[in-house]
């Protein structure tokens, strides 16, 4: 868990949290939940029931867009390569969709890349994405495409083409982990124009990279994401207090830049969500 005073675990802070977000300008949540007593990052549908229903119970315009993302780290044993080590979270697409099919938010992420990540490999090869691209769409529940390098947007191709995922998904674009599309112009301008014209997109940087990549995305048209997945810093040596803080910069950002920031409302229309 990230060295944070204020880094929220508990689901009435996590709630909070992302109430606090939406009222600062936030229009989509992206939610991951921790046991409430460690910290650590849980897979409980118990968890996301619960944050989500403190989330709802408040504000039911805001779009939620719940990961899918635990169920997919493999990290090879020191003593025999083709055995898994500790540390590794393989669930089935069913597992790892548990929770969509329970709560069926907005929106789902949906990672289709497999790499090393972290220290260990992501694995999501085309037969589990297949799966879980088909359970989303079923759910009724909108995926976002997250991209982490370059193959991913060869990959997305192929799924758009069979049906495994809608071809007005949005797609997001993660740069700077160490092995995946770098933090610069040039590889946000190159994961954009891999994706159909006129498709909505999101670009954002891991730690420092998080505002420089967000102003990069809005220069190329697409959209901003802020928050404590991605860094607790709103500059360097400069602790955000809160998420609602990084929203706040990433508000003002936009608008210093000549954009608008859009509604909840107003996104759901431009994502074909039901307002």
Known sequence: MPDHPNFPFRPDHVAAEALAAAQAGAAIIHLH????????????????????????????????????????????????????????????????????????????????????????????????????????QDAGVLPEIECFEAGDFVFADDLMAKGAIPKNAPFTFVLGTKYGLPATTEAMLYARNQIPRDTPFTGFGVSRHSFPMAAQSVLLGGNVRVGFEDTIYLRRGRLAADNADLVRWGVEMVERMGGDIASAGETRAMLGLKQ
């Open 33 to 136: 939940v921790r046991d409430r007593e460690t910290g650590d990052p849980s897979q409980a549908l118990d968890d996301y029931r619960e944050v989500v229903g403190l989330i709802r119970a408040k504000n039911d315009e805001v779009i939620l867009n719940v990961t899918t993302g635990p169920g997919c780290t493999w990290m090879q044993s020191d003593d025999d390569p083709a055995v898994c080590g500790p540390g590794t979270l393989m669930f089935t697409a069913e597992r790892r969709l548990e929770h969509i099919l329970d709560l069926k938010p907005d929106m789902c992420t949906l990672d289709i890349c497999t790499m090393q990540l972290w220290g260990g490999v992501a694995i999501n090869l085309d037969p589990m994405i297949t799966t879980m691209g088909h359970m989303i």
